[in-house]
């Protein structure tokens, strides 16, 4: 995995100092740019969610280490 390729920022500080991580990536089904919201305070997740454009299932995963994404997996599910 290429972390180089991840485009990562952050994005906001609200009151209670949360920072997300704005992600962005390509959907394995329809190949649009997206971006999504991750929040760094769990350092390992994965989840499921569908594709705001073409309504598959992505499966996310992501691994976090002091605020940066340093593995992420943007996978479509096999059926
Ligand atoms: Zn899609």
Avoid: G, R
Avoid at 45 to 59: K, L, M, R, V
Wanted: glycine share 0%.
């Amino acid at each position: 995995m290429d972390v180089a390729e991840v485009d990562l920022f952050f994005l906001s500080y609200d009151h209670c100092s949360i920072i997300m991580i704005e992600f962005s990536f390509t959907c394995p089904y329809c190949w649009e740019n997206q971006l999504k919201l991750v929040d760094p305070s769990e350092s390992s997740q994965a989840f499921i969610e569908d594709c705001e454009t073409c309504c598959n299932p992505i499966s996310f995963y992501f691994k976090i280490s002091d605020n940066i994404i340093v593995q992420s997996d943007v996978v479509s599910i096999e059926q």
